[in-house]
């Protein structure tokens, strides 16, 4: 259902027909709350999800839960979370142990984690650049031998808040390394928000003419600035058919200082609905999801998106 209806829809050229929106809410949205959120609220949250029209729902981390306590329940609702016919369900994984918890839990998506600078890998992963990618190298191989997609994030593609402006030869390089390795995607994170359009157009040349091809990179924009619809767009036309959102826009990042929200998956839904570019996500269902969800991590959400249809009944469908 196109949520635009009464206020018109004009595509723009050299844009795609269709976007996959990889839904994070679930892992990278809810790790970053300072409150431990109920198994049973985040069961209920991809089962929303599903039913909003998502294909791709990152599920949760297997993680220490030292680390990353929010998430400390993994099993459970990997176990409980009905896997639907059509939805993927990625999980983070950190290391070996992590791919065989994933394994036994029938896991068929998984992804891992590195960094473009060697600030952030030190701080998020205890290791350098090229020892957290040794590390997953085991990982992603033995993931690919029994059948499973491996998307690789790389973050502080664009800047790091100890390092600065990152340069894109080194990111380049980085990448191209993580595919390597094997992963099936690549997602580019502007982990600290600090992207621009020229900038994010700047580093996906340099990808392709690196023979990274477009079809495997995702963009994952952080909203710090107010960016992450410019820089989705810029990508799109450069050829990008994979984004990263999150529902009412949760996240952030627990290891990089100023990283707030991620672009909202409202805001993302309405722009390319007005573009004419199909999702398969409903969005009513989408915003009552994030209303829903507010309302059990006790704080409001951050996507315009959300408040301004969950305030409008006239906009309701």
Not at 34 to 58: F, N, S
Not at 89 to 116: E, K, M
Not at 123 to 136: G, I, K, Y
Not at 195 to 202: D, E, F, H, I, S
Request: with cysteine; charged share 20%.
């Amino acid at each position: 259902m196109n949520p635009l209806p009464h206020y018109g829809v004009d595509p723009l050229p050299g844009l795609p027909g269709s976007v996959t929106i990889c839904e994070v809410g679930p892992r990278d949205g809810l790790q970053n709350e300072q409150a431990i959120v109920p198994a049973d609220v985040k069961v209920e949250l991809v089962a929303r999800l599903a039913d909003a029209g998502h294909t791709v729902i990152e599920t949760t981390s297997l993680v220490h839960p030292k680390w990353v306590p929010q998430l400390a329940d993994a099993e459970e609702v990997l176990r409980r979370v009905e896997r639907r016919p059509g939805v993927r369900y990625p999980v983070l994984v950190p290391n070996r142990r992590g791919l065989d918890r994933a394994l036994d839990l029938g896991v068929t998506d998984i992804a891992v984690f590195a960094s473009a600078t060697e600030s952030f890998a030190k701080a998020n992963l205890n290791r350098t650049v090229d020892e957290s990618l040794e590390m997953f190298a085991p990982v992603v191989a033995r993931a690919r031998e029994a059948g499973l997609n491996v998307r690789g994030y790389l973050s502080m593609c664009w800047g790091d808040p100890w390092e600065g402006e990152v340069p894109i030869p080194q990111v380049v390089a980085t990448a191209s390394r993580l595919l390597r390795l094997g992963c099936t995607e690549l997602s580019l994170g502007d982990t600290i928000g600090v992207a621009t359009p020229g900038r994010v157009a700047a580093l996906l040349s340099a990808l392709t003419a690196a023979d990274v091809h477009i079809g495997q990179i995702a963009v994952h924009f952080h909203d710090t600035y107010g960016q992450g619809l410019a820089n989705t767009l810029t990508a799109l036309r450069a050829g990008v058919r994979t984004v990263d959102a999150s529902a009412g826009g949760l996240g952030g990042c627990p290891y990089a200082g100023g990283a707030t929200g991620n672009l909202a998956t409202e805001d993302l839904v309405w722009q390319l609905a007005g573009l004419g570019i199909h999702t398969g996500i409903d969005l009513a269902k989408l915003v009552d999801t994030s209303v829903w969800l507010a309302e059990r991590i006790g704080r409001p959400l951050t996507s315009g998106t959300a408040r301004a249809l969950a305030t409008e009944p006239s906009t309701k469908h």
